[in-house]
């Protein structure tokens, strides 16, 4: 990227960037296969390494990369509306970002209590899935 520079991106001429994803030997419709199963099973393999089980989550957060797969996730791990924050209608998809920002929010709005059981999950690059476990507090 040339001459970036941090600007409203409502105002005036950006530069454009382009990018390409090569889908020749499955790419993403591997993703959309896989996505709406590993990324719960890999929160349950931690909630099993963990010694606990589905019934013992608190409080859910994921990755957003869309509605749709935030909802299979959270039935797949058993937690209702109120377990869980997202922030994909305020932010949209931020890829990455989104785990902490749900957490944050989460947080600071006072969704997460002391000794919660918090599973965090998400797909990540590369057909990589990940899950944690952690007890909110101190």
């Known amino acids: 990227i040339k001459e970036y520079r941090a600007a409203d991106y409502n105002l005036g001429d950006r530069e454009q960037v382009y990018f390409y994803v090569d889908r020749s030997d499955g790419g993403m419709d591997?993703?959309?296969?896989t996505g709406p199963t590993k990324t719960p099973d890999a929160a349950?393999?931690?909630?099993?390494?963990?010694?606990?089980?589905?019934?013992?989550?608190?409080?859910?957060?994921?990755?957003?990369?869309?509605?749709?797969?935030?909802?299979?996730?959270?039935?797949?791990?058993?937690?209702?509306?109120?377990?869980?924050?997202?922030?994909?209608?305020?932010?949209?998809?931020?890829?990455?970002?989104?785990?902490?920002?749900?957490?944050?929010?989460?947080?600071?709005?006072g969704k997460l209590k002391e000794d919660d059981i918090v599973v965090m999950c998400a797909p990540g690059a590369g057909y990589h899935y990940a899950g944690l476990v952690m007890r909110w507090g101190k």
């Open 30 to 33: 591997e993703i959309r296969k």
């Open 44 to 109: 349950k393999k931690a909630l099993k390494k963990a010694g606990l089980e589905l019934s013992d989550i608190d409080f859910a957060i994921t990755h957003n990369p869309t509605q749709i797969l935030v909802k299979i996730w959270q039935d797949a791990l058993g937690v209702s509306d109120e377990k869980i924050h997202t922030t994909l209608k305020k932010y949209g998809n931020m890829s990455g970002a989104s785990i902490g920002a749900n957490l944050h929010e989460a947080s600071i709005l």
